[in-house]
């Protein structure tokens, strides 16, 4: 059974653009938790032979067709990432699959539309952060904003819709950007993985910058082992992989590719 679950979030994505590199900004440390990045501890290394699968969670990242190759902002390469996401998804090797769908209003802060002399990739200020303003993107109902054909949705358990808020950005999963009283709204799914019992959350899809290394470091603040399967994401700019790969090391999460996950489970 399919539950849908509508939270009023305001997502974002990073899409992608073709060409040069998003300016590096956007990357800041600052993003998703507000922990300091210097002089935090390191964390120790985990282990996939300890994972119980059965209390084990992917979620599968906004892999919608505006995201991929042909659609308003198609991640470079990202539809080389879909027979891996497939597999992952039918792999029935974790006891939960839960999905996340960019879904924006048509004026929604994130769009370039929505700000007068702007183009898209501008970077401005709102409310004391930094924002991308990207092309309009997954808006509601549109053919684009679809999560991909080719992956079995049917088999998750929760679909975690973000953006909705016209407001409020929201790269990770778990919480959105802030919002103009400076807070982080919860999606509820912290909450939710919790009631499932979850221990373990991987995570796969789109992008690996902003909402896949976002919710990791939410999910690792919310006290999950937390892992990306990194060959089933993709970046809009691959030159950040580096960087991004080290923060996430340092927050203790793991990184994985999907034939050591095929090989852990044997
Ligand atoms: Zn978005």
Redesign the pocket.
Request: glycine residues 10%; charged residues 20%; negative net charge.
């Given at each position: 059974m399919v539950i849908l679950l509508e939270y009023r979030t305001g997502?974002?994505?990073e899409q992608s653009r073709t060409g040069a590199a998003l300016r590096r900004e956007r990357f800041d440390g600052n993003c998703a938790t507000g922990r300091p990045k210097a002089g935090m501890a390191k964390m120790a290394t985990i282990s996939l032979a300890d994972v119980i699968w059965p209390q084990a969670c992917l979620v599968v990242t906004d892999v919608q067709v505006d995201f991929l190759p042909g659609g308003a902002l198609p991640v470079p390469e990202g539809n080389q990432l879909l027979p891996v996401v497939r597999a992952l998804m039918e792999s029935e090797r974790f006891g939960l699959l839960v999905a996340t769908q960019?879904w924006?209003p048509p004026d929604h802060v994130?769009f370039a539309s929505s700000h007068p002399g702007r183009l898209a990739y501008d970077v401005v200020d709102l409310y004391g952060h930094s924002q991308v303003l990207?092309p309009d993107?997954?808006v509601q109902g549109s053919s684009g904003a679809r999560l991909h054909p080719y992956l079995p949705w049917v088999r998750c358990a929760a679909i975690i819709r973000k953006?909705m808020d016209r407001s409020v950005?929201s790269y990770s999963t778990f919480r959105n950007n802030w919002d103009a009283s400076g807070h982080r709204a919860s999606t509820g799914l912290v909450e939710y993985l919790r009631g499932r019992g979850v221990l373990d959350v991987f995570l796969c899809g789109l992008t690996r910058e902003f909402c896949v290394k976002w919710s990791a470091e939410d999910a690792a603040q919310a006290g999950f082992r937390v892992w990306v399967v990194w060959d089933a994401t993709r970046a809009l700019d691959p030159t950040t992989d580096q960087g991004i790969a080290t923060a996430l090391k340092g927050l203790g999460v793991g990184i994985v590719r999907f034939a050591e996950l095929q090989a852990a489970a044997g």
């Open positions: 997502v974002s994505h960019d924006h994130s990207w993107h997954c953006g950005d």
